[in-house]
């Protein structure tokens, strides 16, 4: 098993940056991909960012191009989210999530998920 928690949070103004953490306990971190989905209220939850095992970016939506940063420390389990530029449109709960093979761009390739952190942009 693998737990999954994310952390960082809160009520910003647009313009504002965030940084979102994930920190997994469990297993051998390195071992899995990792991504962050978002899910804004009314709309289905969605992909941002696909980060490999060694730390490369493998994918980014369009809309966050450019103002997301992701990147991970595998000798903290933690992948972090950084949330730059932030508009309203980015209000969601985010997500991180574990998979055990591939890239996955879909929820069903993640094998656990962490129980999200509210993200509130203002403008």
């Known amino acids: 098993q693998v737990q999954l928690v994310e952390s960082g949070g809160g009520l910003v103004q647009a313009g504002d940056s965030l940084r979102l953490s994930c920190v997994a306990s469990g297993r051998t971190f390195s071992s899995f991909v990792m991504g962050w989905f978002r899910q804004a209220p009314g709309k289905e939850r969605e992909l941002v960012v696909i980060i490999n095992r060694s730390g490369g970016s493998a994918y980014s939506t369009d809309s966050v191009k450019g103002r997301f940063t992701v990147s991970r420390d595998n000798a903290k389990n933690t992948v972090y989210l950084q949330l730059d530029s932030l508009k309203p449109e980015d209000t969601a709960v985010y997500y991180c999530?574990?998979?055990?093979?591939?890239?996955?761009?879909?929820?069903?390739?993640?094998?656990?998920w962490g129980q999200g952190t509210q993200v509130t942009v203002s403008s």
């Open positions: 999530a574990a998979a055990n093979t591939g890239l996955p761009r879909t929820e069903r390739g993640y094998d656990y």
